[in-house]
Nanobody
């Protein structure tokens, strides 16, 4: 069992930055692909970014490409999402998730069905 705890959310003005962190329990973090997803009120959960187990491969949604950066520190069992140039449409609850499946964890998956473990989420609100 893996527990994921997100932090770093908050209220920021448009154009500002935030860095989300997701701390994972367990000794197998380095074998998991990790992803960030978000869900705005009244909308479905959307893919944001993913990173493979080593951190050598990253994948982004088109809506955040060039503004957000996903990274990981396997020594600290933590994955990060650096969010720059934030827009009001980035407002959502952000979730981190862990993918233990070897075949997808080696690349980083966009598909939420790949992810087995989910955090509780952290609210990000961007004011205009």
């Amino acid at each position: 069992q893996v527990q994921l705890v997100e932090s770093g959310g908050g209220l920021v003005q448009a154009g500002g930055s935030l860095r989300l962190s997701c701390a994972a329990s367990g000794r197998t973090f380095g074998s998991y692909g990790m992803g960030w997803f978000r869900q705005a009120p009244g909308k479905e959960r959307d893919f944001v970014a993913a990173i493979n187990w080593s951190g050598g491969n990253t994948v982004y949604a088109d809506s955040v490409k060039g503004r957000f950066t996903i990274s990981r520190d396997n020594a600290k069992n933590t994955v990060y999402l650096q969010m720059n140039s934030l827009k009001p449409e980035d407002t959502a609850v952000y979730y981190c998730a862990a993918d233990p499946t070897r075949s997808t964890a080696r690349y980083g998956s966009r598909w939420d069905g790949t992810y087995v473990y989910w955090g509780q989420g952290t609210q990000v609100t961007v004011s205009s």
